[in-house]
């Protein structure tokens, strides 16, 4: 092996050392889609299905089976999805880049879709799936195994799971082979501590942990994947990774849409609950565990448990809620959250929140994490921003110390994905003047694009039995417990002062004195400006 990364070849063209580790097609199996006419099953789910046909990374037998209570007929749900992965093609606003739809594959998968209709809360319904999956079984030959996806309300989650129990559908019985039964959950997984703890009961009073998968769509990311590569396979980064050299850790998931029609969910949600405890704390995760014995699920997970276990619960004096008002979007007039449709004209909802995070273990002690998150900011962008400690200032004691800046090492998860370390050097000239410059690395530079929705892996992991990027019951449960004081104090007071950040701004001024309260240490602009690499 070279010691040198070979180079880039032209934009979209890797230069790889080593050749690529292909994966292999996952055993036969049936996945039962309930919710099969839900948005999310035609967004997202169905598209990543037919991504891994076109990568060849689907059973060979395989079968899916829609469920869902509409009375339609196969070819009515068919159309529906192939509409949907049209829209896509040449769509570069979409959630998929599609340039065609591929004739084969969507043949093979046509074919292996039926449709079955009926109530979630009916036995009826179970029996019919029953009789259903034999006969699938006898014309598709795709043998036991099954994965039943729940892209549906959370109120029926487990429901559903109590019917899979009881009609035995969930039992890795099987007569002549081996099989399995696996259980997809979407987010929400619970609303706070007492639910989720109750709801991780009712799962686990049916199923056993190895069979459920709860799914955070954020770890299909590539880039939040790319964390652990990127700590754990360069010898660079990890022994500076830690309280001697860290100042603190700013973590940042700014949107631009708003409530995008979902005012009634999101007026019970909020986004506390629809992303500190799950999206942004598996990116802590990510960003702050210790290297696992070895890449596999359990490894991974529990040193994933065991920064959620180290996590201080917060204080309410450690969390700020906004709410944005009217203003300009990415210069767009954008209405108040007040003024959306579902959404009550004094509604105490929080679209954005800060706060300030303790990990308290040997690693961590004493480096604030610094969490964000917010909808109709000034620009989207997802980052992992980690800033170290600023270098001793003798050398350059004609300098005014404000004009030194520390370093920065920023994982960026999108939009643009890539990681960029920002330090300083010496401005060409006679005298010693220093500033900032970025190195960039950017996946599109490296890696040719390829039409991706985030729920590839994720699905693909199910049908292999690969639980690493799945939540096991008691990180859920933790993750609710580090946030649950700061829902019971927003629950028993009003905030005062909503809406208290403009529409297509950086969040409310709370946020900046959350973050500055100790020491000199200010959020990094949601929209970046271009690196003083042209002074
Ligand atoms: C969802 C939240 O889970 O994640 C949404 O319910 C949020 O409110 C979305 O917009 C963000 O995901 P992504 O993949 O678009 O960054």
Redo the contacts with the bound molecule.
């Keep these: 092996m070279p010691d040198v990364p070979p180079p880039a070849g032209p934009a979209g063209k890797v230069v790889s050392a080593s050749p690529r580790r292909e994966a292999k097609p996952p055993p036969a199996c049936t996945m039962v889609i309930f919710g099969a006419g839900g948005d999310l099953t035609k967004r997202l789910l169905f598209p990543a299905i037919y991504n891994l046909g076109v990568t060849n990374l689907l059973p060979e037998k395989f079968a899916i089976i829609g469920v869902d209570i509409a009375d339609r007929s196969v070819d009515d749900w068919r159309k529906s999805l192939r509409d949907m992965l049209q829209s896509f093609v040449g769509n570069a606003a979409s959630e998929d880049r599609l340039t065609t739809v591929d004739e084969a594959v969507w043949s093979k998968l046509s074919n292996a879709m039926s449709y079955v209709q009926g109530d979630l809360t009916d036995d009826g319904l179970y029996q019919k799936l029953q009789a259903h999956l034999q006969e699938v079984r006898k014309t598709q030959d795709t043998g036991g195994n099954v994965l039943f996806y729940l892209a549906i309300a959370d109120r029926f989650f487990a429901p559903v799971i109590q019917h899979l129990g009881k009609s035995g559908l969930s039992a890795e019985k099987e007569e002549k082979a081996p099989c399995w039964r696996r259980v997809v959950i979407e987010?929400p997984f619970g609303h706070d501590l007492a639910s989720a703890k109750e709801l991780n009961k009712q799962v686990l009073d049916v199923l056993q942990e190895k069979q459920v998968f709860r799914i955070d769509?954020?770890l299909g990311?590539e880039t939040v994947q790319n964390i652990m590569a990127f700590r754990f396979g360069n010898g660079l980064f990890e022994p500076i990774w830690n309280r001697e050299r860290i100042d603190h850790v700013q973590i940042t998931?700014a949107?631009t849409?708003g409530v995008e029609g979902r005012g009634r969910f999101y007026e019970h949600t909020g986004a506390m609950r629809?992303?500190v405890p799950n999206?942004v704390f598996q990116l802590v995760a990510m960003t702050a565990m210790e290297p696992p014995v070895s890449f596999d699920a359990d490894s991974v997970r529990t040193k994933k448990a065991d920064v959620f276990a180290s996590m201080k619960s917060l204080t309410p004096d450690e969390a700020v809620r906004g709410q944005y008002g009217e203003g300009s979007v990415l210069g767009k007039q954008a209405a108040a959250y007040r003024a959306e449709p579902d959404v009550a004209a004094d509604s105490a909802v929080e679209t954005y929140v800060a706060v300030q995070l303790h990990i308290d273990n040997w690693r961590w002690a004493g480096v604030p994490f610094y969490i964000r998150t917010g909808k109709h900011m000034a620009a989207r962008t997802?980052e992992i921003a980690i800033r170290f400690k600023q270098a001793p200032y003798a050398p350059f004691e004609d300098t005014p110390v404000s004009g030194l800046r520390p370093n920065w090492l920023v994982i960026q998860i999108?939009p643009d994905e890539g990681i960029s370390l920002q330090f300083e050097v010496k401005r060409p000239g006679p005298v010693v003047d220093l500033v900032p410059v970025r190195m960039d690395f950017r996946y599109r530079d490296w890696f040719p694009p390829e039409p991706n929705v985030?729920y590839e892996t994720l699905v693909y992991d199910v049908m292999i039995g690969d639980a690493t990027l799945f939540n096991r019951g008691d990180m859920v449960d933790a993750t609710w417990r580090v946030v649950q004081p700061v829902l019971d104090a927003w629950a028993s007071e009003q905030p005062k002062d909503f809406p208290n950040y403009a529409s297509g701004s950086d969040g409310p001024k709370a946020a900046d004195d959350l973050i500055g309260k100790y020491g000199d240490r200010h959020w990094r602009p949601v929209k970046l400006p271009e690196p003083a690499k042209k002074p």
Excluded: I, L, R, T
Aim: net charge neutral; no cysteine; aromatic share 8%.
């Design positions: 987010k769509h954020f990311k998931v949107e849409v629809d992303m999206h997802s999108q985030g």
